[in-house]
């Protein structure tokens, strides 16, 4: 062997046990503490060094396979923003013993430089925390020690499982950078799961096979026939089987940055899910699950927490006779009941298909989680007669699932069907209406399922324009002050989100926020209606003074016809998009400006009229301007009449709103007599 060779291997045994030793708990280096930011990405928080996790499954002769999974993590802190690294929780089922997951952390050091030696923080008991969410669900959770700005954090957590179906998901992304990502599952030959992989960075993926094996422990009594003692005999039978060796490693993986007009970043994270399809038992036939939606929503529909507490009706029958009595007004009695529930019973913010205490509790007690109310509902519409069914959803902060699964729904509302249309409803929110669901609820698709246990996919998405409609009078003095009368009209989704956002704040908070957001005008004579009274539009209206949108140059006055609402800075930036553009509804903003010509001006110039739309008609935009006496009137409309743009048409989006901007960035102009 020649002298260069014998170098290029040590040289490369080296490297490679330097890499391998990079990925080894509990070997934080000197240099991983004294790094101050992040090689790629100097704004980085913090980042995640390593982590590393495998799923395999051991057999159990009282319990049959389960499942476990092993995470080992290391993270690097460099700023104080970055301490919510610190922290992790991990949910875990637990409703029963057969079912009942167990999770456990280990090795949670905190690693911290002092006086250049490594100084070493355990994580002790009272930094470990177990909650109860709700029946079914707890949460484990860890507060690393002693951390601070350069701090190095390691943590090792396994969750054992009965529950095969669905393994959780594995991101390789997250909003912080990743230096190195690896994911291992082992899948004994019995179990075929499907496999799917989102985002748009994709790990590099290596397949082996191997032989595994377990024992099978029997026992076997004799004897016993008139004298004979009784003989207990136990065997154990050795049971070969092929597991499927899967890895995925993915590195140098930047921080995903959340984008404004996204519906779920996540749905977006480059990560990989696993959904069991067929188990295939020796001499036994294949069992297919979550083969299609519909058999994923009938086995819901079957459950004791969700059907059959639709069949459920007395707690509320006299209850529903006097809500109903002398009503034959379909809509009206259809808001009596949605009412009723929404008023009697407050959602305790605990989301869920399934009943928790069950309806009947949940009545008596007046609080619930969503399936108790909903499902309440539902019954409730159904004993007034309509032909009413629940909807299984995802709402928006769950995602989007690409594959059928139980784990796929978190949510339940409810639906009327008549006249050839459909009304969805959802009682938990009190600014909601028939027909208008909380923003938390319109993500794409849900599944409606009948009482016979059919169902079908349904459309969450509004399809009515919300409406904000504002008209501004103004007049203006020589000194280019602008004062005048705002009316602001808001109707459905607009006016929804204006309720939750502001109904119930002081005024004077209110009018603080409303002058920073516009220019620093002063607002006086503020007057709200129908604030509370929901099937009306939302008033708003007061009076300004405005000292900041006026530019006067020499004998002439520039302004433009929004005033202080001009927009001036498109919110769509970027030159390209990887993500759909999400405005949650369609909309339509609509200006009606009347402006008097100040004494002593006249009207030099006026922008153009214009008028124009998208080629696939998602918006379009008008403006039109006159002078009417010593008046100018101006009328602008921009809709958008797609709730969801797709990341192809970005471009054409930019420019549209692009051309709106510096449309409506174009100034009249007063020229002094």
């Given at each position: 062997?020649?002298?260069?060779?014998?170098?290029?291997?040590?040289?490369?045994?080296?490297?490679?046990?330097?890499?391998?030793?990079?990925?080894?708990?509990?070997?934080?280096?000197?240099?991983?503490?004294?790094?101050?930011?992040?090689?790629?990405?100097?704004?980085?928080?913090?980042?995640?060094?390593?982590?590393?996790?495998?799923?395999?499954?051991?057999?159990?002769?009282?319990?049959?396979?389960?499942?476990?999974?092993?995470?080992?993590?290391?993270?690097?802190?460099?700023?104080?923003?970055?301490?919510?690294?610190?922290?992790?929780?991990?949910?875990?089922?637990?409703?029963?013993?057969?079912?009942?997951?167990?999770?456990?952390?280990?090795?949670?050091?905190?690693?911290?430089?002092?006086?250049?030696?490594?100084?070493?923080?355990?994580?002790?008991?009272?930094?470990?925390?177990?909650?109860?969410?709700n029946?079914?669900?707890?949460?484990?959770?860890?507060?690393?020690?002693?951390?601070?700005e350069?701090?190095?954090?390691?943590?090792?957590?396994?969750?054992?499982?009965?529950?095969?179906?669905?393994?959780?998901?594995?991101?390789?992304?997250?909003?912080?950078?990743?230096?190195?990502?690896?994911?291992?599952?082992?899948?004994?030959?019995?179990?075929?799961?499907?496999?799917?992989?989102?985002?748009?960075?994709?790990?590099?993926?290596?397949?082996?096979?191997?032989?595994?094996?377990?024992?099978?422990?029997?026992?076997?009594?004799?004897?016993?026939?008139?004298?004979?003692?009784?003989?207990?005999?136990?065997?154990?039978?050795?049971?070969?089987y092929?597991?499927?060796?899967?890895?995925?490693?993915?590195e140098?993986?930047?921080?995903?940055?959340?984008?404004?007009?996204?519906?779920?970043?996540?749905?977006?994270?480059?990560?990989?899910?696993?959904?069991?399809?067929?188990?295939?038992?020796?001499?036994?036939?294949?069992?297919?699950?979550?083969?299609?939606?519909?058999?994923?929503?009938?086995?819901?529909?079957?459950?004791?927490?969700?059907?059959?507490?639709?069949?459920?009706?007395?707690?509320?029958?006299?209850?529903?006779?006097?809500?109903?009595?002398?009503?034959?007004?379909?809509?009206?009695?259809?808001?009596?009941?949605y009412?009723?529930?929404?008023?009697?019973?407050?959602?305790?913010?605990?989301?869920?298909?399934?009943?928790?205490?069950?309806?009947?509790?949940?009545?008596?007690?007046?609080?619930?989680?969503?399936?108790?109310?909903?499902?309440?509902l539902?019954?409730?519409?159904?004993?007034?007669g309509?032909?009413?069914?629940?909807?299984?959803?995802?709402?928006?902060?769950?995602?989007?699932?690409?594959?059928?699964?139980?784990?796929?729904?978190?949510?339940?509302?409810?639906?009327?069907?008549?006249?050839?249309?459909?009304?969805?409803?959802?009682?938990?929110?009190?600014?909601?209406?028939?027909?208008?669901?909380?923003?938390?609820?319109?993500?794409?698709?849900?599944?409606?399922?009948?009482?016979?246990?059919?169902?079908?996919?349904?459309?969450?998405?509004p399809?009515?324009?919300?409406?904000?409609?504002?008209?501004?009078?103004?007049g203006?003095?020589?000194?280019?002050?602008?004062?005048?009368?705002?009316?602001?009209?808001?109707?459905?989704?607009?006016?929804?989100?204006?309720?939750?956002?502001?109904?119930?704040?002081?005024?004077?908070?209110?009018?603080?926020?409303?002058?920073?957001?516009?220019?620093?005008?002063?607002?006086?004579e503020?007057?709200?209606?129908?604030?509370?009274?929901?099937?009306?539009?939302?008033?708003?209206?007061?009076?300004?003074?405005?000292?900041n949108?006026?530019?006067?140059?020499?004998?002439?006055?520039?302004?433009?016809?929004?005033?202080?609402?001009?927009?001036?800075?498109n919110?769509?930036?970027?030159?390209t998009?990887?993500?759909?553009?999400?405005?949650?509804?369609?909309?339509?903003?609509?200006?009606?400006?009347?402006?008097?010509?100040?004494?002593?001006?006249?009207?030099?110039?006026?922008?153009q009229?214009v008028?124009f739309?998208?080629?696939?008609?998602?918006?379009?935009?008008?403006?039109?301007?006159?002078?009417?006496?010593?008046?100018?009137?101006?009328?602008?409309?921009?809709?958008?009449?797609?709730?969801?743009?797709?990341?192809?048409?970005?471009?054409?989006?930019?420019?549209?709103?692009q051309?709106?901007?510096?449309?409506?960035?174009?100034?009249?102009?007063?020229?002094?007599?």
């Amino acid at each position: 062997m020649s002298r260069n060779f014998k170098f290029l291997m040590l040289c490369l045994f080296a490297v490679s046990s330097a890499v391998a030793q990079k990925f080894e708990m509990g070997k934080v280096s000197v240099e991983e503490l004294q790094q101050r930011s992040h090689p790629a990405d100097s704004s980085a928080e913090a980042a995640i060094l390593f982590k590393k996790g495998e799923t395999t499954f051991d057999y159990s002769p009282e319990q049959g396979f389960l499942m476990t999974t092993k995470v080992r993590t290391r993270i690097k802190i460099y700023k104080k923003e970055g301490y919510d690294w610190a922290n992790f929780a991990q949910d875990y089922y637990k409703e029963n013993n057969n079912s009942r997951e167990r999770v456990s952390f280990s090795d949670a050091v905190t690693y911290n430089l002092e006086n250049g030696k490594i100084v070493k923080s355990k994580l002790k008991s009272d930094g470990e925390f177990d909650e109860q969410v709700n029946k079914f669900w707890g949460r484990k959770k860890i507060t690393m020690p002693n951390v601070r700005e350069g701090s190095v954090i390691e943590y090792e957590y396994s969750v054992t499982s009965p529950n095969l179906t669905k393994l959780d998901d594995w991101d390789f992304q997250t909003s912080i950078p990743v230096n190195y990502s690896e994911y291992k599952t082992e899948f004994p030959e019995y179990f075929v799961y499907k496999t799917n992989q989102r985002g748009f960075v994709f790990p590099k993926v290596t397949t082996d096979k191997a032989m595994k094996s377990f024992l099978i422990t029997g026992k076997e009594r004799t004897g016993g026939e008139g004298f004979s003692t009784v003989k207990t005999t136990f065997t154990q039978d050795k049971i070969d089987y092929e597991a499927t060796k899967t890895t995925y490693i993915a590195e140098n993986l930047k921080a995903l940055k959340d984008e404004d007009f996204v519906n779920n970043i996540h749905n977006y994270t480059a990560g990989v899910s696993h959904e069991l399809s067929v188990i295939k038992y020796p001499n036994s036939p294949m069992k297919f699950l979550s083969t299609d939606w519909v058999s994923v929503a009938k086995n819901i529909y079957e459950n004791d927490d969700f059907g059959a507490e639709l069949n459920k009706s007395g707690y509320f029958e006299d209850d529903l006779k006097a809500l109903t009595a002398g009503t034959t007004v379909i809509e009206e009695k259809i808001g009596a009941i949605y009412n009723y529930v929404k008023q009697h019973v407050k959602w305790n913010g605990f989301y869920g298909y399934s009943c928790n205490d069950g309806v009947r509790q949940a009545f008596k007690d007046k609080t619930g989680n969503v399936a108790e109310i909903n499902l309440m509902l539902t019954a409730m519409l159904r004993e007034a007669g309509f032909n009413a069914n629940p909807v299984l959803v995802s709402t928006r902060s769950h995602g989007i699932s690409f594959f059928p699964s139980r784990a796929a729904f978190n949510y339940v509302i409810a639906a009327i069907e008549y006249n050839g249309k459909t009304i969805l409803l959802d009682a938990t929110e009190k600014f909601a209406l028939p027909g208008l669901l909380p923003t938390r609820d319109l993500n794409w698709l849900g599944r409606l399922i009948r009482k016979d246990g059919t169902s079908t996919e349904i459309d969450l998405m509004p399809s009515i324009l919300s409406k904000e409609t504002v008209s501004i009078i103004a007049g203006m003095d020589a000194t280019g002050t602008i004062t005048g009368k705002v009316r602001n009209v808001m109707t459905d989704y607009n006016a929804l989100s204006f309720r939750q956002r502001y109904a119930g704040m002081k005024e004077d908070d209110y009018l603080e926020r409303l002058e920073n957001n516009n220019n620093n005008i002063a607002v006086s004579e503020y007057k709200r209606e129908n604030e509370y009274e929901l099937s009306k539009p939302l008033t708003e209206t007061y009076s300004v003074s405005d000292s900041n949108d006026t530019e006067i140059i020499g004998d002439r006055i520039y302004i433009t016809p929004l005033l202080f609402m001009n927009v001036k800075l498109n919110p769509f930036r970027q030159e390209t998009r990887e993500y759909p553009v999400d405005f949650t509804f369609p909309f339509e903003k609509k200006y009606s400006v009347t402006i008097d010509v100040p004494e002593g001006y006249t009207v030099e110039s006026l922008p153009q009229n214009v008028n124009f739309a998208t080629e696939s008609k998602f918006g379009s935009f008008k403006y039109l301007i006159a002078q009417s006496g010593n008046k100018v009137q101006a009328v602008i409309t921009l809709d958008v009449l797609a709730s969801i743009v797709a990341s192809d048409e970005y471009p054409v989006l930019r420019d549209f709103f692009q051309k709106v901007i510096d449309k409506q960035n174009e100034k009249i102009v007063f020229k002094k007599i």
